[in-house]
Every structure is written in C-alpha cells, then in structure tokens.
C-alpha cells in the first residue's frame, strides 16, 4: 500500500535537450526565456509538458504596470514544426512609478480589469486586508487564519458567497498554508471589505 501511495504522487522532471531545442525553434530568438513546466500525475501517466514566456513589462495608468504571460504546450506525436500550441495567457500587475521593473512579486489579474479599478485596489490592498479582520473573526472558514500573514496574489472578479452582485476581489496567499478572498465594494471613491472566504489549498484532496 505504501507504494501504490508513493506511484500516486505527481512527478516533474527538467525538461529534455530535444524539448528545449524545439521551443527555442518555434518561438524563434525574439521572445524571452521560457520557464519550463513538466509534470505526470504519476509513473504511469504520460508527462504533460508546457512552457511559458513573460512578455515585456509596460506602463498602464498612472504608477500601474502590467504583463502578459504566455503559456504553450507541448504535444512529442505531432509533426516537429507543430509539437508547439497556445494552451493559455496570464496577465499581471503591479505598481512601479520608476521604470516597471518586474517586481519579486506579481498580482495576477483572474478577469480583465480596467485601469482606474484596479490600480486603488492594488494601492489599497494592505488596508482593505486590514480592515477584513473582523470578517475573518465572523467567517467560519476563515476564523482559524485570522492571525496568518497574507501577501496579495491576484485580483478577481465573482459574486461573493452571500450575494448576487460581482464585485472586485482580492485574493491572499500565506505561504501555501491558507488562502483567503475578500471582496471589495465601492462607494463613490472610498473602497470598503465587504465579505470574506477562506480555504486550504490541497484540503478538498486530503
């Protein structure tokens, strides 16, 4: 039993001389360098390769900055000049009133959101997270982390759990022990924690 628990778990590998040749053939000498990701889910699955490839950071708005993120798979069957596809894009944001240097950290945006919205909410985030405290402590699912440090990993937009309305949300890691969403409502300029939801990453398989 112990080993068919051990088969189970997934697996990742660095990618392959042939692998990185052929990314580098498709992508041509323009783009930037490409971060490889190689996983199976266990010793009898086939490995799921992608790579992805930032590109360059611009200025927005005012200090916002952002970027996109692109992301390809690999398919070894198909024809050499075809194993490359799209499989997806990412977008980021961060604030930078310098040059746009890519920050250690980016903000990843879940929907497309202009501008003059989401620049206060990132502005704004330490507050906002302070604010929803009370919420954690009121909040079953998030009462058990209200004491964690959480850091802003990406902006959302969705209906929170007891409401109809989408509002903005902001989405908190703290270093993969818990993850906590809070969602924003606006009134007129003033940005106020409105509802909370809090979850484990990695619980629901457990």
């Not at 997934?10 to 580098?24: L, V, Y």
């Not at 490839?53 to 900055?65: E, I, N």
């Not at 909410?121 to 998030?142: D, K, P």
Request: aromatic share 8%; net charge positive.
């Amino acid at each position: 039993m112990p080993a068919l628990a051990q088969d189970t778990q997934p697996e990742r590998r660095d990618p392959t001389a042939q692998e990185i040749a052929s990314f580098s053939a498709f992508q041509g000498s323009a783009a930037g360098a490409p971060v490889f990701e190689i996983v199976r889910a266990s010793r009898k699955a086939p490995w799921q390769v992608e790579a992805s490839v930032a590109g360059a950071p611009y200025r927005a708005a005012g200090a916002l900055c952002r970027m996109t993120q692109n992301r390809y798979a690999y398919d070894a069957r198909a024809a050499a000049s075809r194993r490359w596809s799209m499989a997806g894009e990412k977008r980021f944001a961060w604030l930078d009133r310098a040059g746009c240097g890519k920050p250690a950290r980016l903000v990843e945006l879940k929907q497309r959101i202009p501008d003059a919205d989401l620049a206060p909410l990132i502005a704004q985030h330490g507050v906002l997270l302070l604010r929803s405290r009370l919420l954690f402590s009121g909040n079953t699912s998030c009462a058990p982390h209200r004491s964690l440090r959480f850091r802003l990993a990406a902006v959302d937009v969705s209906a929170p759990p007891y409401g109809k309305e989408e509002l903005h949300a902001l989405v908190f890691d703290s270093d993969g022990a818990a993850r906590a969403q809070v969602w924003i409502r606006k009134r007129g300029a003033e940005l106020n924690a409105w509802d909370v939801a809090c979850s484990v990453p990695g619980a629901a398989a457990q």
